[in-house]
Nanobody
Framework: QLVESGGGLVQAGGSLRLSCTGS????????IAWFRQAPGKERELVAG???????IYADSVKGRFTISRDNAKSTVYLQMNSLKPEDTADYYC???????WGQGTQVTVSS
């Protein structure tokens, strides 16, 4: 099971930190990714972190978002700074290589 939290409404330029907490598997063994889906658009990869802590980011969020993990808490974080209206979307975490997705958390950035 994956559970996201931390979404909300924020003004442009603001920050949010999303959390994705898992249970029922060996968290440290898996890569985790954050995806987002805006209304009328396809789901897209935002950031990912491997079991060895290597990270990847979409070009649109590089320098603004940071993904990290705390294996002791079975949690992956997405720190989002300098938010823009185009970051508005539902954000989902995914256990890579599996069909496990969280229920999503909504992020709305007002201009």
């Amino acid at each position: 099971q994956l559970v996201e939290s931390g979404g909300g409404l924020v003004q442009a330029g603001g920050s949010l930190r999303l959390s994705c907490t898992g249970s029922g598997f060996r968290w440290a063994d898996f890569a985790i990714a954050w995806f987002r889906q805006a209304p009328g658009k396809e789901r897209e990869l935002v950031a990912g972190i491997s079991s060895s802590w290597r990270t990847i980011y979409a070009d649109s969020v590089k320098g603004r978002f940071t993904i990290s993990r705390d294996n002791a808490k079975s949690t992956v974080y997405l720190q989002m700074n300098s938010l823009k209206p185009e970051d508005t979307a539902d954000y989902y975490c995914n256990l890579r290589g599996t069909g496990y997705w969280g229920q999503g958390t909504q992020v709305t950035v007002s201009s």
